[in-house]
């Protein structure tokens, strides 16, 4: 790992910021500089909630893709839509979640990060109330499309304002260990949905009846879509103790200094109502973000693109060789990929294993993931046959190592932002690489539609 690392050591140009270069020689200055940022300590509980809330963001992304067996038992009575609401209901989420995302980066400037995430979380606990209801209701598999991407439409947008809004939040702590736990609360969120709905299959079939005969079960589908209801409440329910928390300790912060600098009453109650009103901030422009972290904004970007073209349209149409049920073998695919996903995110933790002070090495890794879309044409796709007769080898050659490359690279690149940028510049730059993410989601999703007819 050393030799890979001095391989592609950045050029002097490209240098991360480093607040700490004379701490030995300027221990009283450092010290001083530390307690003026009233940076606070490092929180599990903290970062707990974070990871709750990464796991909320990302839910409904992965809950549409689990349900593949579901919804295709809805669509039946259309072909075209069966070949294709897979990479229809991707792209609709992408582009809407882009556009929301480029808008709202743009809208810098006395922007209020917490109302975003509070509001994507309301609005996500309305939209999967509304979607596991629908699940009683009787329609045409054109009616339930159309319903379907409206749906999506309004959790993509939502989805929008808790990535743009929470990986700014985050950034603003500091602290790589919570925009960490973000991404490992996303991880966290494939592997649940997938589980849920194995789960859901196994206790709702009775016996006798087919897994598939059971993941068509309005009460099955029910239960798995209000889970998501459940999720995103009792995530908004932490944001908000977060919210308070993070009040209460600006306010001891603020005694603290009253006492050390003499600082009246009265200052400090203006300095609390101060802090408690939307902070105005300095816009910083896109492209200057860009010049800072070119490789990292574009290593985030291919990763995800990447794994878009591929990953659900393969994984929703890849049938077992060993004649697994699809009810099952869908969601279990879906459950090993995002299992990799996880362990990809987890790894980041330790130091050792960190290149985020190589960012070109993470942008060749995220291109030589390129190489993972041909091995699912050795695969059983929509059950023609496999180049490579065995379930091991896609669920495990394929799809594990494919999710743990994701995870990785994905997580260092968000990871190593805010060590390329000015303190000031952090919440733009979580912003940004925000963007960045989801314009790979989106770019890959609209390739995958070419992957439809496969």
């Not at 549409?64 to 259309?78: D, E, I, V």
């Not at 209801?133 to 009616?143: C, E, F, H």
């Not at 209460?248 to 300095?271: P, W, Y």
Request: charged share 10%.
């Amino acid at each position: 790992m050393d030799r890979i690392k001095r391989f592609f050591e950045p050029a002097p140009a490209y240098a991360p910021i480093n607040t700490t270069t004379d701490e030995h020689d300027h221990d009283d200055e450092s010290s001083q500089t530390l307690e003026e940022n009233n940076e606070p300590p490092f929180s599990w509980v903290e970062y707990s909630i974070f990871l709750l809330l990464g796991v909320a963001m990302l839910w409904a992304w992965n809950m549409f893709l689990a349900a593949a067996p579901y919804f295709q038992s809805r669509f039946k009575g259309s072909k075209w839509i069966l070949n294709h609401f897979q990479a229809a209901e991707i792209s609709v989420s992408c582009v809407t979640n882009l556009v929301s995302m480029i808008i709202l980066s743009k809208l810098q400037k006395n922007a209020s990060y917490p109302k975003r995430i509070a509001s994507s979380l309301t609005i996500n606990a309305v939209a999967f109330t509304i979607l596991a209801l629908s699940t009683l209701v009787k329609t045409s598999a054109g009616v339930y499309f159309g319903f379907l991407l409206v749906t999506i439409f309004v959790a993509s947008l939502s989805t929008g304002l808790i990535q743009n809004g929470l990986f700014a939040f985050a950034s603003g702590f500091g602290k790589g260990e919570y925009t960490q736990a973000i991404m490992t609360g996303q991880a966290v969120a494939g592997v649940l949905p997938p589980l849920t709905q194995i789960i859901s299959v196994l206790v709702i079939s009775s016996p006798g009846e087919s897994a598939g005969a059971a993941a068509e079960s309005h009460t099955s589908a029910f239960i798995y879509f209000i889970t998501a209801t459940v999720v995103s409440v009792i995530a908004l329910l932490a944001f908000f103790y977060l919210l308070r928390r993070q009040a209460h300790a600006a306010a001891l912060q603020s005694a603290k200094d009253a006492q050390v600098h003499g600082t009246s009453e009265g200052d400090i109650l203006a300095s609390s109502h101060h802090s408690d009103s939307t902070p105005e901030r300095t816009t910083v422009g896109l492209w200057t973000l860009f010049r800072k972290l070119p490789f990292l904004s574009s290593g985030v970007f291919i990763c995800f693109a990447v794994t878009m073209i591929g990953f659900p349209v393969f994984t929703a149409s890849i049938r077992s060789v060993s004649n697994i049920d699809s009810a099952i073998f869908i969601p279990l695919a879906f459950l090993v990929w995002n299992i990799g996903d996880l362990a990809g995110r987890l790894v980041t933790i330790s130091p050792k294993l960190s290149l985020t002070h190589y960012p070109f090495a993470l942008f060749c890794i995220a291109m030589a993931r390129l190489l993972f879309i041909p091995l699912y044409f050795l695969c059983n796709v929509k059950g023609r046959g496999a180049v490579v007769a065995s379930d091991f080898f896609y669920l495990v050659i394929v799809q594990f190592l494919y999710g743990l490359t994701n995870g990785y690279v994905g997580s260092e690149c968000m990871m190593g932002a805010g060590e390329w940028v000015a303190p000031e510049e952090r919440e733009a730059a979580g912003g940004f690489m925000g963007l960045m993410l989801v314009g790979g989601l989106t770019a890959g999703s609209l390739l995958s539609f070419a992957l439809g007819d496969v």
